[in-house]
């Protein structure tokens, strides 16, 4: 019988929990498939927790903080897509929900996930229910049903079948489970990472996560395993000038966490200890003296010996582009426009917040504008836009034409909130245009899909659907205003048919022979076509 679990422990069942979740992550990307062929949930939350592992491969297995804190620190830098920035929300507010000590048991494991549902809902905005977050409220309402559990095999039964009643809820409460006919894929996902742990728990300690398929190689290149995301160590001792440490201390420690990680501040009387990494040592010593005398200081620089850093000698500059991009023929356009720094991702390969973080990084510039270009990458946009030594705005493009349409207007001589109107009104305007394949029959609230129909979206809404290309695209057409319309320009995907683009251009020539039409290569995957109309 387990009654506590360790640092060595909670190791093992972590891993375990990720190696059980690999073992599904087709089924669970299947689940994502609606009815596009953009099922990266599975991916999405294997990446997060592999992420998790690499930093707990290099904590210190006796101490139960430290694994904890690298399995938050790794998750949230490993974190893809929506469901990889939630679940590595899960994972912080289960290890800030740890009271202290050397082991967990079951009533402090309990504590712990409701501390995790309460962080996993105020990090979303917009919280849906139906979803991931449905498994962490269960959790959290029934909890008093386990008031009394002292074992951790019955503490993981329970959860099971708690999360079990919660998936299995989920399109009662979500309409496009519903009629997809599927249950939720994050939460699914959620149910395999505790069924590994409890794999771990009663016994089954062989872990290998090594043992990747190719396929699993080849949809994780971006994966950034880095070992220092702050460069510096840093320690300051301040005495206060108000003689109460104490009052500084939510201020002070709100200002680090913007700085750094690793923070630790500690307020005793007259005087504020701090701990924090950060690359920027001197920015919190100036804030730092604001509340008071320096009593001593220590900095160490943290870079590995073997690590060769290649200095950049260039004049840092006023203001560059970051943007994420599917194919080779979208990255070269979007360069041609200004962007800086192209991160690779889109459906099914959603980059992760340190792919992102590490593109701002590199952009080196005073101010940052970046574009997720699908809804999808957004949360890890926004994650990555945080504790970075530039101003970070992340422009919220749901697709490649938005951000394109944007990028026409751009002119680095401009002032920075120029530049941002300049971007919002242009998206505003752009009609952008994605045409896939369907690759299952489903139902898209009342209207009957089937396999292998063309399906026009005008953003996130299907607007038409025929096995025809061309039927399909003049009703698409017929539900835009196109008086204003000048230009049509179609990015080819890499899977396209020249039959296809043909039928387009013959379309546009008979019905809008006005509008002058232009034919880019995108080489994006499963979306044949992208149309912008301006």
Not at 74 to 85: E, I, K, P, Q, Y
């Amino acid at each position: 019988m387990v009654k506590e679990i360790d640092g060595k422990m909670f190791k093992i069942a972590f891993k375990k929990a990720t190696e059980n979740l690999m073992r599904h992550k087709g089924e669970i990307n299947a689940l994502n498939v609606f009815p596009v062929p953009d099922g990266d949930t599975g991916s999405n939350m294997v990446a997060t927790m592999l992420e998790g592992c690499n930093y707990i491969d290099r904590a210190n297995e006796e101490d139960l903080m430290d694994v904890l804190k690298a399995a938050k620190d790794g998750t949230l830098m490993g974190a893809r897509g929506n469901s990889g920035v939630i679940l590595s929300q899960i994972i912080r507010g289960f290890v800030e929900g740890f009271p202290g000590g050397k082991v967990i048991t079951p009533q402090t494991f309990i504590e712990m996930l409701k501390k995790a549902k309460d962080v996993a809902y105020s990090a979303v905005m917009k919280p849906v229910e139906g979803t991931i977050l449905t498994v962490m409220r269960f959790i959290y309402e029934r909890s008093h049903e386990v008031s009394d559990v002292e074992s951790f095999e019955e503490l993981m039964d329970w959860i099971l079948k708690v999360v079990d009643d919660a998936v299995r809820i989920t399109p009662k409460l979500l309409k496009k489970l519903r009629d997809a006919g599927v249950v939720d894929a994050g939460a699914k996902g959620l149910y395999y990472l505790f069924e590994g742990m409890k794999k771990a728990i009663d016994g089954d300690t062989e872990i290998s996560l090594d043992e990747l398929s190719q396929e699993d190689i080849d949809e994780l290149p971006e994966i950034a395993f880095e070992d220092i995301n702050y460069q510096y160590c840093t320690e300051y001792i301040i005495r206060v000038k108000s003689g109460n440490a104490m009052e500084h201390y939510p201020e002070v420690r709100e200002f680090l966490e913007n700085m750094g990680d690793s923070v630790v501040v500690v307020a005793q009387d007259d005087v504020l200890k701090i701990h924090v990494h950060t690359n920027s040592p001197g920015i919190v010593l100036e804030e730092l003296l604001k509340k008071g005398e320096l009593l001593k200081s220590k900095i160490d620089n943290m870079k590995i010996q073997h690590e060769h850093v290649v200095m950049d000698t260039k004049e840092r500059k006023k203001v560059a582009i970051v943007a994420v991009s599917s194919g080779e023929g979208l990255s070269k356009i979007m360069r041609s426009l200004g962007v800086d720094e192209i991160v690779k991702g889109g459906q099914t390969m959603n980059p992760s917040t340190a792919d992102i973080r590490k593109a701002i990084e590199k952009a080196n510039a005073e101010t940052v504008f970046v574009f997720p270009n699908n809804p999808n990458i957004m949360l890890a946009a926004q994650q990555a836009a945080q504790d970075v030594d530039s101003e970070v705005h992340v422009i919220p493009t749901t697709t490649f034409q938005e951000c394109i349409a944007a990028l026409v207007n751009y002119s680095p001589e401009m002032e920075i909130e120029e530049i941002k109107k300049a971007f919002e009104d242009a998206i505003k305007n752009v009609v952008p245009l994605s045409i896939t394949l369907a690759v299952r029959n489903a139902k898209v609230g009342r209207t009957k899909i089937k396999s292998g129909e063309y399906l026009i979206f005008l953003r996130k809404n299907l607007v038409s659907h025929s096995f025809d290309i061309t039927q399909a695209l003049e009703k698409a057409l017929d539900k835009v205003d196109m008086e204003d319309k000048e230009v049509m320009s179609v990015f080819t995907g890499k899977d396209h048919k020249k039959e296809d683009l043909k039928k387009i251009e013959n379309l546009i020539s008979e019905k809008f022979p006005d509008i002058e039409l232009e034919v880019y290569e995108g080489g994006q995957p499963h979306y044949p076509f992208l149309i912008s109309l301006e």
